[in-house]
């Protein structure tokens, strides 16, 4: 908090002193050096009747030349003396004060306001984080110890069962090690049920549980369907008006939510900005700080009490462009990640591991950590076999996945990756995995195998499909194989689709970034400009979806593409999933592939 005041007062002195120094020269009826045009002297005595020698017919502040310039010298003095353009410009030397006062006020207000007065220390809740088809993780953070114990409790709503509340655990003890924060766990649930979950606190919310392994459920509307983005900052765009911890993004979502009935929100990174507009620590409570407030927001629970949260990390996360792996600051950026998302996120794929998979639904996820384990964007070329995203064991693992066959009913591999897989972006591109092509080819030519069911048979395939953020902008991409190896890799059943989709709330890149160089990344869509963005992944079950041979298709004006496979199963037509795209609460585009 003090080196906060420092930083206060600093911007107020610099204000103060321009402002007490213009406000002086305006009283006295001086116009403010900003305004001063050339020197000027004062016309007064005999000079100013006979004119001036030899030498004052050179000086250009000659008051008794012929020149034009020396007419407008003579008018400019006379006008300061009578008060008219003298009392012009000292208006202007006025208003220019006004401006800097408003502007002054503008960036302490966007920049000072929420981490000095909304610091949130006294935050408390209790939040949905992944839920399997037996188990729930609940995230609480309760700093008063005055309420301590915390009891957990649950009961199905949705009336197929008993409705009375059941004991899911206690928290006894809470302490600054982790922000006052402790994850539980409700076991032994029914798939595809909708419980709510209350605390002693008073903080209650609600999820259903996910469907059994290989089917879409049979609610909401026979589909499986989750949300992504990416990238949140408070109060963007600005409005002097809101509160400092607004988020207008949450509220497109709590306003649709109904309509759409996700079972959670998959988050791609950038949860918070540290480091946007200013730092301000590099301590742990610099980031645990930024978590509170996010987590403070009177946006936050509308649109999250119904809707459990999953994450994977990103730069902002820790610091912009991140790939000093656990250098410096990354400790204490992990530290605060751990304890509002790591713990309630599903379960590592190694122990101490920051990557995850999971299987629900029809769908098994990977879930990429692309910051902690990457070489230095810079030191090597970005087709070096050398440089690496992921990381040995990371990409052991995420390979294996690729590989593994997939459960009866699973019919799609969701790969989350925080940064585009995607080269098709021309700006910070060695950020992305156009950085990084010679592991990116390795992890493509695995996920063409898993799309034609290449060394596991045709009908272990499945449609592989990346979801990935961070850009500020959408785009959609596919990624077909070569047409040399269509033997081995058969297009309509191979090619990858990925949809990149950020911000949730935040601003957009007004360059336009996003081309295609080659045959290897074909746009499907581009569409940079909104402040808000998220996707809806609807999956339905073979025989439920639209059934259509076209490929990329366009239908009315929704712009709904459909690709082409073969059903499997009993359904006369293939899984399919349905990619709906919202900005700034409306949505503006879809489209439609099926699996394999």
């Avoid at 809470?174 to 924060?181: Q, R």
Wanted: aromatic share 12%; net charge negative; with cysteine.
């Amino acid at each position: 908090m003090g080196s906060l005041l420092f930083r206060l007062a600093d911007a107020f002195s610099t204000f103060v002193i321009f402002t007490g120094t213009s406000l002086a020269m305006y009283v006295a009826g001086l116009d403010p050096p900003a305004f001063s045009g050339r020197p000027q002297r004062t016309v007064k005595g005999p000079e100013a009747k006979s004119g001036g020698g030899d030498d004052d017919d050179d000086d250009d502040d000659d008051d008794d030349g012929g020149g034009d310039n020396d007419t407008k010298d003579i008018l400019s003095h006379k006008s300061h003396r009578h008060g008219t353009l003298g009392f012009n410009i000292s208006w202007l030397g006025l208003a220019a004060v006004i401006a800097n006062l408003v502007l002054t006020a503008t960036v302490v207000d966007v920049v000072y306001r929420g981490p000095l007065l909304y610091a949130s220390h006294d935050l408390s809740f209790a939040q949905a984080g992944f839920v399997s088809d037996r188990s729930a993780k609940i995230l609480i953070r309760e700093p008063n110890s005055t309420t301590l114990p915390v009891f957990l409790s649950y009961r199905v709503i949705d009336g197929s069962g008993d409705d009375a509340w059941k004991a899911a655990g206690s928290v006894y003890s809470l302490c600054d090690d982790s922000d006052y924060t402790q994850a539980l766990t409700i076991d032994d649930l029914k798939p595809d049920t909708r419980y709510q979950f209350a605390t002693s606190t008073n903080h209650s919310g609600s999820f259903m549980t996910a469907p059994e392994l290989g089917s879409v459920g049979r609610r909401s509307g026979a589909v499986y369907s989750f949300l992504t983005s990416s990238c949140l900052k408070p109060r963007f765009p600005y409005d002097p008006r809101s509160h400092p911890l607004a988020v207008s993004g949450f509220r497109d979502v709590a306003r649709l939510m109904p309509a759409l009935n996700a079972r959670f929100m998959l988050f791609l990174g950038d949860f918070i900005y540290v480091d946007v507009p200013k730092r301000f620590g590099t301590d742990v409570e610099s980031y645990r700080r930024q978590y509170r407030m996010t987590y403070a927001s009177p946006d936050w629970k509308p649109m999250s009490r119904a809707l459990p949260w999953i994450h994977v990390i990103d730069d902002h996360d820790i610091a912009n462009d991140w790939d000093r792996n656990t250098t410096g600051l990354y400790a204490n950026a992990i530290d605060a990640w751990n304890s509002y998302h790591a713990s309630v996120n599903p379960a590592p794929m190694r122990a101490g591991a920051t990557y995850y998979s999971f299987a629900q639904g029809p769908a098994s996820f990977f879930m990429m950590d692309t910051r902690r384990y990457r070489s230095s964007e810079q030191v090597r070329p970005a087709d070096s076999p050398e440089k690496t995203m992921l990381g040995e064991n990371q990409l052991a693992d995420l390979l294996a996945w690729l590989r593994q066959p997939p459960p009866p009913g699973v019919h799609w591999k969701i790969v989350v990756s925080s940064v585009p897989f995607t080269k098709n972006w021309h700006w910070n591109t060695e950020d992305t995995w156009g950085g990084y092509l010679a592991e990116r080819k390795t992890v493509l030519e695995a996920m063409w195998d898993a799309g034609s069911g290449s060394g596991s048979g045709d009908d272990q395939a499945v449609k592989v499909v990346v979801l990935s953020g961070d850009r500020h902008e959408f785009g959609a991409t596919k990624f077909p194989p070569p047409a040399s190896a269509a033997a081995r890799w058969p297009t309509d059943r191979a090619t990858v689709y990925e949809f990149s989709t950020s911000p949730l709330n935040q601003f957009y890149f007004p360059k336009r970034t996003y081309s295609q160089d080659d045959d290897e990344d074909v746009p499907i869509k581009y569409l940079p400009d909104g402040n808000s963005k998220f996707g809806a992944v609807e999956i339905s079950s073979p025989g439920d979806g639209d059934d259509d041979d076209d490929d990329d298709d366009d239908n009315n004006n929704n712009n709904v593409s459909k690709g082409k496979g073969k059903g499997k199963g009993n359904g006369s037509s293939p899984s399919q999933l349905k990619y709906r795209l919202f900005i700034d609460g409306e949505e503006v585009w879809s489209y439609i592939i099926t699996a394999p």
